[in-house]
């Protein structure tokens, strides 16, 4: 007898005894095998007196099964599988207890912030017919998080593409930008197209593109091809998120001015701003088309993490 692997909630759980870890269909919410439509086919079938139209895997049933797919050719790190929008603003009861009421609210209102960027981008994606086009106008289709390392923004970001891809049905993928810049790297030691290591990156419906602006800023190839990213999706309007150690010039300013967080200084994250790692250009292109959100002054969950394992592991020995 199967048993439900996602509490009955999505349909869908992450099977951790594949490798690599990926997401899967639950045995049980699974629709398709007991789907009274295709008799478990999944195939469409439209009858007719003198042929049968036959619409392989279009039977509504399947939809879970392709955003399982979608998902997992995503290439979303196996660390944030899990990643998704909840009431106590992504925090395990433990670690929200750490925060202060401020740091909470903040925490809940950025939530509240990159929820409603998805739901708009699924709006902007569909192009929406219930809106007007002056309606679209101004509309931002990249969403920048930004803040201190270990704040919770590739968090954020692998939720909102998540929705994206389980909720309403659109295709994304998840590139952590140094990774990217090694598989172009491969390509051109196999002698192979650049061009197809950067096409699904170009022509997606949603990239979160992770660490952008960390990269050696005196290397103009670095920069180029961080460049080709950024200014194709903005001149097709393709939804990008993007998410950053680094400010912009002003932000920084009062960061540093206030004493927000501010670790040693000789971290290049505040000594240089966003601009300064992207270059000028680039950067107009992004505070034009743009939501800012910032995460200053929230604690490093990492450091969360660590410091609650320790207390964990200082009782279990004072308990030997």
Known sequence: MNLCLCTGAKGYHIDRTKDPVQFALCPVCNPTPTCPQCGGTGHLIKRDPHRDHITPGGCPCMTLAKAVDRANGAQIPTKYLGAEFSANAVLPAVFAQRLTAKQMDKMLSIQSDVYDFAEQAHRFINKDLALHEEQWTGVKIFLTLMGAVGTGKTYLAVAALKRLIFHHGHCGRFVDFQMLLSCLREAYAQKNSEYQILKPFLETDVLVLDEFGKLRTENEWQLEK???????????????????????????????????????????????????????????????????????????????????????????????
């Open 226 to 320: 961080l460049d080709n990213i950024i200014n194709s999706r903005y001149n097709n309007n393709k939804i990008t998120i993007l998410t950053t150690n680094y400010l912009p010039p002003q932000l920084q300013y009062n960061v540093l001015e206030v004493g927000l967080n501010q670790p040693p200084v000789n971290e290049s994250f505040w000594v240089q701003s966003l601009p300064d790692r992207i270059g000028q250009r680039m950067y107009d292109r992004i505070l034009e088309n743009s939501y800012f959100v910032d995460f200053i002054g929230l604690p490093s969950l990492r450091h969360l993490q660590a410091q609650n394992f320790l207390q964990r592991y200082t009782t279990a020995l004072e308990a030997l």
